[in-house]
Each structure stands twice: as structure tokens, then as C-alpha cells.
């Protein structure tokens, strides 16, 4: 676990040395300026985790406090194609950083060393910048040349964060860094299907650790036996609501898993039936009838034994996968990654760039103060986070004692950034802490 001194050194290191150095290196700075790469990164970083829409006058008004005077015009002026990339840099040297928190108080998550999250978000960009990040085109024109993908994994249990990892916005999630990604012994990864690969699952599995996942529902499936079937055949010759047996996966791989398939209310059934519908309609093609039939069904695979999680215990498991979508709603909603004031593309890239540094930064002072508790709320810890931003960009640019401005932190985070239970639509936290060995 991570120590104040230590996230207080990673910081000083990142943000002030490191940066220093790739201002040099990317050619940001090419003589000696007021406005080096450190000044550069610390005045747009915390000046926009202060405030997610600050103006060139704002972010003036952070550099003052930095003992840089610099008016908006010559600020406008540094924003370049070199600035960006002096700016990547940093976000990938603070990336490097694994930094974990005091495991989570949830039972259920302690029998994995790690639950792993992975997911990804994409930022649409100018389509100036297409030659940097590749959109995924469109039936527009305009809007869809350029984009961003940011590819994380994030460890609910611990709260280490991988990423975000950037890459072009039209490469798809089986392509990402994170397949290969190395996980820990023992440890259980959950990814959407957008990430669906035998391979990945094979190699996983290899490390001695785990996987969850929605199946694919193109993939062959084979019962003990060796029979093959169909998997809306095999749903409906079942009598009873679930389905949990051994299975084999891939015609060529032949996986060994666990297939776990719970029949949903009728009303939540019709629910998702309406929604795919509707998608169909927007998208302009029909929905399969194979689609259709199960939707009555949550269906999962992985190789977690029974003696290990209860087919109860993986449907609750299962929906902490939207935690690291409600960490892309925090950057998105309130740390503003995909929203600008300007029109210029170098300038949006910065922006883009320094946000992602503010959000890194804001993650590890979430894992000193208040990761472990159950109940924790991202959105009220950020908020106490941006009260003490100068305080935090004051101490590294001083060099002054940044120890204690990160106890300050740590001492509101623990008071008042809670979530309050919720009886009709309990919180996964209350879902994860109700379930009990052998239940």
C-alpha cells in the first residue's frame, strides 16, 4: 500500500522533474523560458482540475500563484504540437506509476488478490488532428476523422489504476494494450465482450488467475460430454431458472469454464427486448432472432470454481464492471476530458492531455484517503479534492511540504464523501457486502 510520502514523491517526480525533462526532450523548450515544461504542465493541470472550464485567464491567474506571470496571449501562444506531445509524455510517466490503496472492506472481493476492470471510453476530436488520432469515420462529413481512446483497467479492490492508455479511436477493445496486460496470481479480470478473446481468457488462465465474462454468443459450446449446442437449445431444454455446468469453449480452443445462465423477470426481459429494438432502429438493421430469445437470460462465463463464488455471488460480481464506467462518468461529467473552449486543435489537444494528468493525479489521492471504504462516492471526493488544488500545485512548485497538504486531503476525504444506502436499488457496495460464504 502506497504511503503518503510516497504519492507525495510521485507527484514532486512527475510533475516537476519529469516533466522538466520532457519539456526539453519533445522540444517544447528550446531556450531558457519562464514557461518550461514543469511551469507548463502544473499550470494547466491543476488549473484545470480546479476548475474543469478555466479560461486563459484562469489558467494565468494558477501560474501567477506559480510565481509566473504570463498573460493569455503568450499562454495561447505555447499551445503546439510540441506542447502536446511534451504533455503525452507526462500522462505516460505518470501511467507508469502503480500506486495501491488499502484493499477495499468487502469479504466477497479479499478471496482475489485483485478484481480487475477493464473498459474503455473514446474522446471525439477535431478532425484536424486525424492525422495524430484516427476517428472511426461516419456518415457525416464533419466530426468523425479524429478520435481518442483511453483504455483502462481499474482494480476495485485495491484501486490501482492502469492507464489510460491511448490509442486510435477507431481500434477496437480486442486490440488493446490491456489483452496483454500481465494480471496477478489469483487475481479475477471482468471486461466487457467488446474484449471477448479465447485467447486472452486462455492466457489468463495461465497466470493462475481468473476471468468473468458475458459470452459471446457465437461461440461453440460443448457440455461434458463433448456434445455440441446451440445456446438458446440449451436454455430452453433447462426446466429450472439456473444454469450452472461445466463446459468447453471454441471449436479449435476448447476452453474448459463455467457457464452460469439466470432467467430474468419478465418485465426486465421485456425491458431489454425493447431496447434492442430500439438500437436496431438507430443502427438501421434487424435484430436476430437468436439475440431475441436471450434476452430472457443473463449468461456468464468463467473459470471460477463453485467452491470458490456461488452463481449467486458471480451475478453480484459481475455489475461491479460498471464501477469503472461511473470513473469515465467522473472524468467526463466533471473533470470535462471532452469538452473545450477553443477552437484550435493543438490547443484541444493540450487540454485533452493535461485533463487526463488532473484525473491521474485526483485517482491517487482518492487511494490515500478513501478508496477502502465500501461506500466512498468519487463525486463528492472530487469536489473536496478541488478545494486544495493551489495548496497541492503551491507545495510542488515550493518544493515546500506537500506531505501535509495531502493529510489535509486526507483528513476531508474521510468525512462527508460517503454515498447513503439505498433500500429499493441497493448500491453494488450493499449488493457485494450482503453476500456471505456459502450463500
Known sequence: MATIPQIAEIMQTVLDTKAEQLGRETKFVQRKSKMGGAEFTKTLTFGWLENSKATLEELCQTAAALDILITPQGLDQRFSASAAQCLRKVLEAAVSEIIASKPVAIPVLQRFNGVYLDDSSTVTLPDELAEVWQGCGGSTEKGTSAALKLQVRLDYAKGTLHGPFLQNGKTHDRKSPLQQLPVDAGSLRIADL????????????????????????????????????????????????????????????????????????????????????????????????????????????????????????????????????????????????????????????????AKLIAMVVQHWLLLTSCWHYPDRSFFKAANAIRKHVMSLACAIHSKGDLCTVIETIQRCLKVGCRINKRKAEPHTYQLLLSLTDGA
Open 194 to 353: 467488446g474484449y471477448w478473446s479465447l485467447d486472452a481468457h486462455e492466457q489468463i488462465g495461465e497466470q493462475d488467475a481468473f476471468w468473468l465474462s458475458r459470452i459471446q454468443v457465437q461461440t461453440a459450446v460443448y457440455d461434458a460430454q463433448g456434445r455440441r449446442w446451440d445456446l438458446v437449445e440449451l436454455l430452453q431444454t433447462m426446466a429450472r431458472p439456473v444454469l450452472d455446468m461445466p463446459v468447453t469453449l471454441g471449436v479449435q480452443k476448447r476452453l474448459p469454464a463455467r457457464l452460469v445462465a439466470v432467467r430474468l423477470p419478465q418485465e426486465v426481459a421485456e425491458k431489454r427486448r425493447r431496447n434492442l429494438h430500439e438500437e436496431a432502429r438507430s443502427k438501421g438493421q434487424p435484430v436476430s432472432k437468436k439475440r431475441l430469445a436471450l434476452v430472457d437470460w443473463n449468461i456468464f462465463v468463467t473459470n471460477v470454481p463453485t467452491e470458490m463464488l456461488t452463481w449467486r455471488e458471480i451475478l453480484v460480481l459481475a455489475r461491479t464492471r460498471w464501477q469503472i464506467e461511473l470513473l469515465f462518468k467522473l472524468w467526463k461529467s466533471h473533470g470535462h476530458i471532452d469538452e473545450w473552449r477553443s477552437r484550435k486543435p493543438w490547443r484541444i489537444l493540450c487540454e485533452v492531455y
